[in-house]
C-alpha cells in the first residue's frame, strides 16, 4: 500500500484518536501526518509512531495540494465548510458526519458491503451513522437474494456515540447519582446517569428523530434498494461503548432461522454469538474495543410469518466510525482511486 499523506480533522476527539490507533494497529503505511481542531486543542501534542505530532486549529488555508487523504471527523458545520475546500485542492476526503451522506454524487461505503461505490466518488466518500453500519451489515446477506421489504429496529446507544464530552457526562453524571445529587451534564437531551433517553439530535415534523431516520434512508442508500419500509426508535442508554440494537425485518420469502445464521456467520466482519442454551448472546462490553459486528438471538419473528429478529452490537466509535474509515482507505487504494 502507498504511503498517503494523511490530515485528520477532529484529530484531538474521541474517534480521532481511535482512527490513529487503528492506522497503527492495522500498519497502514503513513508519509505525513497532520493533526487539526479548533482553537481549544491546538498546540496540544499527541504521539503517533515515535514522532511528537502537534494538534493545530483549522482554517480554510489549512488544506493543501499534498494531503492525499483528509479524514474529516469533527462536525457536520466543519464538514459542509472543508469537505469542498480539500476535495478542489484534490484530496480524497472522507467524511464522518452526516453532511454528505444523503448527497447523490457522494458515496456511502461499508466495504464489506458495497465497496464497488468507491469507484464512482468524486473526491469525497461518506461513512454511515454508527448505528447503520452494523444493522446493514447484519442484513445484507440475506438480502443479496431474498430482498428486504421491511425493518423495525429498536437501539440502545451508548454515550460514546456522542463524542468525548458525552463520556466524561456519563462519568460525573453517575459519581453524583451515586451520592444522591442530580448534576445533569447538559450532554445527552436528559440526564442519561441511570436513565434511557428516547431521543438522539432533534425531531422532525413526523415525530422521527434525525437519527432515526439516518437509519432509515442510509441503509436504504447503501442496499439501493428504495422501496425498504423502515421504522427506527434510537435511545440513549448509560453504556460507555458498545451500541446494541433489537431488529425485526421482513423479506421477499420467508427466512429460516437456521438458514439466516449460517448466512449472517459469513458476513465477513461478523461475528455470530448465538447460543439459547449455553446463554450465550453478545452484550456491548462484548463489542468495546473491537472491530466485529456481533450478532446474537436470531430467531423467527413471532409476530409476523417468515420474519426474522435478532439482536446486535457494535463499538460505535471503532466499526462505527474509525475502523470502517481505515478499511475505506485500505480498499480504496486496493480500487486504486484515491489520487484523482
Ligand atoms: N463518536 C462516535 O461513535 C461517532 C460515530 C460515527 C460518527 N461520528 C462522527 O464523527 C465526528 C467526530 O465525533 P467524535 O465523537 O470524535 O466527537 P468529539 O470527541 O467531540 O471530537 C470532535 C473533534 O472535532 C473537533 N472539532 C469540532 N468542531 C470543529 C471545527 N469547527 N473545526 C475543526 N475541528 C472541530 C474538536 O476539536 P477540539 O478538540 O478543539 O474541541 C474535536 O477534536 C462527528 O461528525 C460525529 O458525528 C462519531
Redesign the pocket.
Known amino acids: 500500500m502507498d504511503a498517503y499523506n494523511i490530515t485528520v480533522?477532529?484529530?484531538?476527539?474521541?474517534?480521532?484518536?481511535?482512527f490513529l490507533k487503528i492506522i497503527d494497529e492495522r500498519q497502514i503505511p503513513v508519509g505525513r501526518l497532520r493533526l487539526?481542531?479548533?482553537?481549544?486543542?491546538?498546540g496540544?501534542t499527541v504521539e503517533f509512531r515515535g514522532e511528537t505530532i502537534t494538534?493545530e486549529?483549522?482554517t480554510p488555508e489549512s488544506f493543501r495540494e499534498d494531503d492525499d487523504i483528509v479524514f474529516?471527523?469533527?462536525?457536520?458545520?466543519?464538514?459542509r465548510?472543508?469537505a469542498p475546500i480539500a476535495r478542489d485542492k484534490g484530496c480524497f476526503v472522507i467524511?464522518?458526519?452526516?453532511?454528505f451522506r444523503m448527497d447523490p454524487e457522494v458515496p456511502l461505503v461499508i466495504p464489506e458491503v458495497n465497496p464497488e461505490d468507491l469507484d464512482w466518488h468524486k473526491g469525497i466518500v461518506s461513512?454511515p451513522?454508527?448505528t447503520t453500519t452494523p444493522m446493514v451489515m447484519a442484513l445484507a446477506p440475506i438480502h443479496r437474494d431474498n430482498p428486504l421489504k421491511r425493518i423495525v429496529v429498536s437501539t440502545y446507544q451508548?454515550v460514546?456515540?456522542?463524542?468525548?464530552?458525552?463520556v466524561d457526562g456519563l462519568e460525573s453524571e453517575t459519581r453524583a447519582a451515586l451520592e444522591g445529587r442530580h448534576e445533569n451534564s447538559g450532554t445527552q437531551k436528559r440526564e442519561i446517569a441511570f436513565n434511557a433517553v428516547p431521543q438522539i439530535d432533534v425531531f422532525d415534523e413526523g415525530g422521527y428523530t434525525k437519527e432515526e431516520l439516518k437509519m432509515a434512508n442510509e441503509t436504504r442508500k447503501i442496499l439501493h434498494s428504495q422501496d425498504i419500509g423502515i421504522s427506527a426508535t434510537c435511545v440513549r442508554i448509560p453504556t460507555f461503548f458498545g451500541?446494541s440494537m433489537a431488529v425485526w425485518a421482513e423479506f421477499a420469502n420467508p427466512v429460516d432461522p437456521a438458514e439466516a445464521r449460517k448466512l449472517i456467520g459469513t458476513q465477513q466482519g461478523i461475528r455470530v454469538v448465538d447460543d439459547p442454551a449455553s446463554e450465550q448472546y453478545p452484550t456491548p462490553m462484548d463489542a468495546a474495543g473491537n472491530d466485529e459486528v456481533l450478532v446474537g438471538r436470531i430467531r423467527t419473528d413471532a409476530s409476523t410469518p417468515g420474519g426474522l429478529t435478532f439482536w446486535c452490537v457494535t463499538d460505535?466509535?471503532r466499526k462505527?466510525?474509525a475502523t470502517n474509515v481505515v478499511q475505506v482507505i485500505e480498499e480504496a487504494d486496493r480500487r486504486g482511486v484515491i489520487r484523482r
Open positions: 480533522v477532529g484529530g484531538a476527539g474521541i474517534v480521532g484518536r481511535e487539526l481542531a479548533t482553537a481549544r486543542s491546538a496540544k494538534i486549529e483549522t474529516l471527523s469533527a462536525s457536520g458545520s466543519a464538514s465548510e472543508y467524511d464522518d458526519s452526516s453532511a461513512q451513522n454508527c451508548a460514546a456515540g456522542a463524542g468525548a464530552a458525552a451500541h460505535s466509535i462505527g466510525a
